[in-house]
């Protein structure tokens, strides 16, 4: 298998294991995901377990501080098949030195064994999909489980000490309106959770709701309303004791999600699974995402991946603000200095000017972080950091 090179000096790196299988496929959804029913599933998790040790027995690495199991649904596998999941996990990768392992569910799926088995193999995470507590919307947007499934889910978590859990959130979804999203936001404080991920809809190509917005058939909140949906979201996020350490997510102190942090100080970590993504040594890369095209490579013993990207310094400096500026904390300059080598104020000196003179961005010591108006318009703000081709950078 060709893989990656990963450099000697990066041996903790976290990964990422996706598995695809839903019970149901939602309108909204563009991940790379199959509903379940006569899929090879048993295969795929040995495939997938051949995939994460040959990549280690190729590149050793001393640590995993995270690994988030996503999907799809992971819990949409069998107990059995979790805990054949979750041992190959065990037995592969160095989870001795992990921090935070989180799997992905979804309300209604997690049963009590299920939920068992997690906590038997030290999954200490658990990130739920409840989306609104609407159930009117709930059906609307193709999910299966109602309100009721969560206040079920959450009490059965209480009830085996689960106490790390995270919901994410969809506002602006079709039809919603302000009271219906107070509604949501007030149900989902009162669960007294940790943790929350809120997002706005966004219509993907592929998906029911893009071509039904693109027939007419559906109607979403207009900016202003989304906007404001937002504002209050941040407003009852802080009344509450959760701080919005990044544009979407609000924890309680400690709480912060260490996996996505990978993420957003973008550092290096793995990617396993059909239709997963890693970044290593300066490559992003990308795995075949049908099942069968990612099965194949595997059988034959050849690596999953169909797609590398080799980043320009230039590249990795627009990523570090990008995703760096996501955080509340924003970037720090002499941690960019000591990554590239060069000043930030040689590089983005005069744009960082330009966009704190319009509100949109502030200074503060070594950090440079988005306003809060700056976070309402972050992809544009994002978007000034592209450096122009014929900008001299020694």
Not at 137 to 164: C, P, S, W
Not at 187 to 207: C, F, Q, V, W
Not at 233 to 241: P, V
Not at 257 to 275: I, P, Q
Request: charged fraction near 25%; glycine fraction near 6%; hydrophobic fraction near 35%.
């Amino acid at each position: 298998m060709i893989h990656p090179v990963i450099e000697e000096s990066e041996k903790n790196i976290s990964a990422y294991i996706h598995i695809p299988f839903c019970e149901h496929i939602c309108y909204y959804c563009d991940f790379n995901k199959v509903f379940l029913e006569g899929q090879p599933v048993d295969e795929y998790i040995e495939a997938l377990l051949k995939e994460i040790a040959v990549t280690l027995a190729k590149h050793p690495i001393d640590a995993s501080e995270t690994i988030y199991v996503g999907g799809g649904t992971p819990t949409s596998l069998s107990a059995q098949q979790l805990d054949r999941l979750l041992s190959g996990i065990h037995q592969i990768l160095p989870t001795s030195t992990t921090k935070e392992f989180t799997v992905e569910a979804n309300p209604g799926d997690l049963t009590e064994d299920k939920m068992l088995v997690l906590k038997n193999h030290g999954v200490n995470r658990l990130s739920m999909g409840v989306q609104t507590f609407d159930d009117r919307l709930l059906k609307k947007i193709g999910r299966k489980h109602t309100a009721a499934d969560v206040y079920q889910t959450v009490n059965m978590l209480e009830k085996h000490d689960f106490q790390n859990v995270t919901i994410d959130l969809i506002y602006a979804l079709p039809g919603q309106t302000l009271e219906s999203f107070r509604d949501t936001l007030t149900r989902a404080i009162d669960l007294g959770l940790p943790h929350y991920a809120m997002y706005s809809l966004i219509l993907e190509n592929k998906t029911m709701f893009m071509n039904w917005v693109r027939q007419g058939r559906m109607v979403l909140p207009s900016q202003e309303a989304e906007t404001q949906m937002f504002d209050e979201a941040i407003e009852a996020m802080a009344q509450a004791g959760l701080n919005q350490y990044e544009i979407s997510n609000f924890a309680r102190p400690g709480f912060e999600s260490k996996h996505n942090m990978v993420y957003w100080n973008n550092a290096h970590y793995f990617g396993f699974g059909a239709g997963a993504s890693g970044y290593l040594n300066r490559t992003r890369y990308k795995n075949k995402g049908p099942i069968q095209h990612y099965l194949k490579p595997l059988r034959d013993g050849l690596s999953p991946i169909h797609e590398r990207e080799e980043l320009t310094r230039e590249n990795q400096m627009e990523e570090e603000l990008f995703l760096g500026l996501r955080k509340k904390s924003g970037i720090s300059k002499s941690r960019f200095e000591q990554k590239f080598a060069v000043p930030f104020q040689e590089v983005y000196g005069s744009v960082a000017k330009d966009l704190i003179g319009k509100g949109w961005l502030a200074e503060a010591d070594d950090q440079v972080h988005l306003t809060k108006a700056g976070m309402f318009i972050g992809n544009d703000v994002f978007e000034a950091f592209l450096i122009d081709p014929n900008q001299d950078i020694h």
